[in-house]
């Protein structure tokens, strides 16, 4: 039987959301059972920060594996430190509290694709000599930390005119106004429409949002839509012109966008399009940012290494002071990364 049982690493929430962002404290517990005294060479644990894709192809009968991935942050602490195993742990319950400072990064928003994820966890690690070591991971959840930049507040307009063919006669023209271009999960979006039907026939204005994720790995680049969601409105008749008002309100558990990541981009927009029976529906597309909806915590007291005793050592890699960033202009959106929006 193992003598060490149980081992389980464990954070507390800051905020009822339970989600961190940079800057943020994280304090929790390595906690696990000792079944008889024995020796540990070693107790660490490890907060990490990273991106990470992978998908394969087929070239006939060659299958080729994509991945790539871009690291934040690595800051491992070591809790019980003995190269000699002369550390004796009792029998019974054992808990150890540690306490790390997310760094102070642009840190892109917790994620999880089909073909990548952006993750932050916690690892906890106890070593004994001529046994395996015992392993626990914890994940916990990060929002991008920013703001709405101004350019995003002005409202968006765009106009479309369509002319029949075949089955129809006549001309359609779509003139479309948001009033501007970040939101939160839940908020409502305002769209303003005139429809000028000079076609033979009815037309009917629609409404999607949708999702955009791309995947990147070493010039290579996989792309999924999906719908979030669609709404139709009141048929316009024939030789008509009229204004239509609509809320479009974005669900409450929709994802913020992604914007500062290399390796993984999640983008949204908003298309206005007018149902033509017999004919290519016009259509007008509008780039949405979503933000991230955090309850900003209580200032927290911050923990030194004393916690952890004589032995503790904090090591960190890849990390980086770098200022919060917001996102970018509107205008910038389309040159990141030679996206383009369709």
């Not at 990060?142 to 002319?163: E, F, N, T």
């Not at 000028?196 to 990147?216: D, I």
């Not at 994802?255 to 927009?269: D, F, P």
């Amino acid at each position: 039987m193992p003598h060490v049982k149980d081992f389980s690493v464990e954070y507390n929430p800051i905020n009822k959301d339970d989600v961190f962002t940079s800057g943020d404290y994280i304090a929790g517990r390595i906690t696990f059972q000792v079944t008889k005294d024995c020796k540990i060479e070693s107790l660490w644990i490890k907060m990490k920060g990273k991106a990470k894709v992978k998908w394969t192809e087929h070239y006939g009968k060659a299958i080729v594996v994509h991945h790539d991935q871009e690291k934040y942050f690595s800051i491992k602490t070591f809790i019980i430190q003995d190269g000699q195993g002369n550390n004796v742990v009792t029998r019974g319950r054992h808990m150890y509290p540690f306490t790390f400072q997310i760094p102070r990064q642009n840190l892109p928003s917790s994620f999880k694709g089909s073909w990548g994820k952006i993750k932050y966890t916690l690892e906890g690690t106890l070593s004994r000599s001529m046994r395996m070591d015992s392993k626990a991971k914890s994940r916990f959840t990060v929002a991008h930390k920013g703001s709405c930049d101004p350019a995003l507040m002005v409202p968006q307009r765009s106009i479309v005119d369509k002319k029949m063919h075949l089955f129809s006669s006549g001309s359609v023209s779509l003139e479309v106004t948001i009033d501007k271009s970040c939101f939160f999960p839940g908020e409502g979006i305002k769209v303003a429409a005139y429809i000028h039907n000079s076609s033979s026939g009815e037309v009917r204005p629609k409404y999607c949002l949708y999702k955009k994720c791309s995947y990147f790995a070493k010039g290579k680049r996989r792309v999924e839509t999906k719908n979030i969601l669609k709404e139709v409105g009141e048929c316009i008749p024939p030789s008509t012109g009229h204004s239509v008002v609509r809320m479009v309100t974005i669900p409450p558990t929709t994802c913020a966008s992604i914007l500062n990541c290399n390796v993984i981009k999640a983008e949204y927009r908003l298309k206005v399009y007018l149902d033509v029976k017999y004919a290519f529906d016009p259509e007008i597309k509008f780039p949405v940012v979503i933000l991230p909806v955090m309850q900003r915590p209580e200032e927290q007291p911050f923990s030194t290494n004393s916690e952890f005793g004589a032995n503790s050592k904090t090591v960190a890699a890849n990390f980086k002071q770098e200022p919060t960033a917001s996102p970018p202009p509107y205008g910038l959106y389309q040159s990141m990364a030679g996206f383009n929006f369709s």
